[in-house]
């Protein structure tokens, strides 16, 4: 994948990953629709960006609400005429124990992790599939890899949209659509900013971008990384459960201690 002259849209480009990878692109001679909710944000990215090769347009856009993400698109495509790589990045994160199960809370975090990447694909694919060309990026993550003690609700999502677009790279192979999924570890993040928990091999926000980008470029079907923890989550898989519970308990005994 070229970059050049191609429609990026990305969505969680205020902050953290997306942003970074925002930045990068910029350097391209590319045109870039970025959406996020924090409006703000967007207005600074934009403006440390309008010296920028690429053409940046930013757009205020809760992924949450399927209507909002239509309009959204809708005005991106009336822009720049078309979307080629949609890089479905959003995400949020609430830390619930065993005893704090909460619908709520779970359905806000699905509603973004999973379903914002739903709510997008929706309206891009049947321009997608009538072009025959387009791709996918959808951010998941590593912590997929088991139901980590605490993490219920942000595992849970992730691993539901690693699967889904999994099933969906198979679906739109036909329609030469590609669909990518990337799955990083631990990345300093504001989500991650918040966890109190030992985050082995955390990498900076850039550092993560720069490897996406690149394997983007590839187009790798699938986008994981640092190497350390992707053997670790590859282990994780095939670890008796009760060694797998014997530490998580422990971890989560420290944490609460």
């Keep these: 994948m070229v970059p050049e002259n191609k429609v990026f849209f990305i969505t969680g480009a205020s902050s953290g990953i997306g942003k970074e990878i925002s930045i990068l692109l910029s350097k391209e001679k590319c045109f870039l629709a970025l959406l996020a909710r924090r409006t703000e944000r967007l207005n600074q990215l934009s403006e440390q960006l309008k010296d920028a090769p690429a053409e940046v347009k930013t757009y205020t856009c809760d992924v949450t609400d399927k209507n909002a993400v239509e309009t959204v698109i809708n005005k991106v495509k009336e822009h720049f005429g078309r979307i080629d790589v949609a890089i479905l990045n959003s995400g949020v994160g609430y830390k619930a124990s065993a ?19 739903i709510n997008c694909l929706e309206i891009l694919l049947p321009d997608f599939i009538k072009a025959k060309n387009g791709m996918i990026a959808g951010v998941t993550s590593l912590a997929d890899s088991r139901g980590w003690p605490g993490s219920g609700f942000y595992v849970a999502s992730k691993a539901a949209g690693s699967k889904l677009l999994e099933s ?3 679906g739109l192979k036909k329609y030469n659509i590609k669909v990518i999924t990337i799955k990083p570890g631990f990345v300093k993040t504001e989500l991650t900013a ?17 490897i996406i980008v690149a394997r983007l470029k590839k187009e790798k079907k699938v986008i994981q990384f640092p190497l350390p923890t992707v053997l670790g989550a590859q282990l994780t898989r095939i670890v008796p459960d009760f060694l797998i519970d014997y530490f998580a308990s422990k971890e989560s005994r420290r944490d609460s201690g």
């Design 99 to 117: 005893e704090d199960i909460d619908a709520e809370k779970a359905k806000a975090v699905f509603d973004v992790n999973l379903f914002g990447i």
């Design 168 to 170: 969906l790279r198979v």
């Design 194 to 210: 918040k966890n109190k928990f030992i985050m082995p091999f955390i990498m900076n926000a850039d550092k993560a971008a720069k």
